[in-house]
């Protein structure tokens, strides 16, 4: 939960402790400060900037929330749980700023992966047949809402609201 800025601080007051530690020859506390900037190094790579960007978009700060975003250097090295998130999060910024091509594209990502929960997952997959739709892409509107589908018994009302409405206006197409 640290921005980069921070993580680099943190890193750099270890440092300093480290080389305290090793001047006084207590070489167990050493390790254990090795430990710690191991692990503040993990999390730069495998957990990023996400939690603060999910808070700043709760909050509907999106450009904190993009910034936040594109702290981080390889989407890809993100693990499993904050990559779906980091898409998802990153669909709804592209979403507000109605870039509809980028949200697209993110959502799709988002849907590949584990999300907090099925509604969310449903969420992702509703948002790529919207878009869709918006695109005239019927067909993969049709396969995405056909994939929301399967989670019906686990998604809230208000979810099965959109997916039906979605359903009848592909009708009409």
Same mark, same amino acid.
Request: charge should be positive; aromatic fraction near 12%; proline fraction near 2%.
């Given at each position: 939960?640290?921005?980069?800025?921070?993580?680099?601080?943190?890193?750099?007051?270890?440092?300093?402790?480290?080389?305290?530690?090793?001047?006084?020859?207590?070489?167990?506390?050493?390790?254990?400060?090795?430990?710690?900037?191991?692990?503040?190094?993990?999390?730069?790579?495998?957990?990023?900037?996400?939690?603060?960007?999910?808070?700043?978009?709760?909050?509907?700060?999106?450009?904190?929330?993009?910034?936040?975003?594109?702290?981080? /250097?390889? /989407?890809?090295?993100?693990?499993?749980?904050?990559?779906?998130?980091?898409?998802?999060?990153?669909?709804?910024?592209?979403?507000?700023?109605?870039?509809?091509?980028?949200?697209?594209?993110?959502?799709?990502?988002?849907?590949?992966? /584990?999300?907090?929960?099925?509604?969310?997952?449903?969420?992702?997959?509703?948002?790529?047949?919207?878009?869709?739709?918006?695109?005239?892409?019927?067909?993969?509107?049709?396969?995405?809402?056909?994939?929301?589908?399967?989670?019906?018994?686990?998604?809230?009302?208000?979810?099965?609201?959109?997916?039906?409405?979605?359903?009848?206006?592909?009708?009409?197409?």
């Amino acid at each position: 939960m640290f921005t980069n800025r921070a993580r680099i601080f943190v890193i750099g007051a270890f440092v300093i402790m480290l080389a305290v530690a090793i001047h006084l020859r207590v070489y167990e506390v050493a390790a254990v400060i090795v430990l710690f900037i191991g692990l503040l190094i993990w999390g730069y790579f495998k957990e990023g900037t996400i939690i603060l960007a999910a808070k700043a978009f709760h909050n509907k700060d999106y450009d904190k929330a993009e910034s936040l975003l594109r702290q981080v /250097p390889n /989407p890809g090295w993100l693990s499993k749980k904050r990559r779906g998130f980091y898409e998802f999060i990153f669909g709804g910024v592209c979403l507000q700023k109605q870039n509809f091509d980028e949200a697209e594209k993110h959502y799709e990502i988002a849907a590949q992966y /584990p999300l907090r929960s099925a509604n969310d997952h449903v969420a992702a997959l509703v948002h790529v047949a919207n878009l869709s739709i918006r695109h005239n892409n019927y067909e993969k509107a049709k396969a995405y809402l056909a994939l929301a589908d399967k989670h019906q018994e686990k998604i809230t009302s208000k979810m099965k609201e959109v997916i039906s409405r979605l359903h009848q206006e592909l009708d009409k197409k």
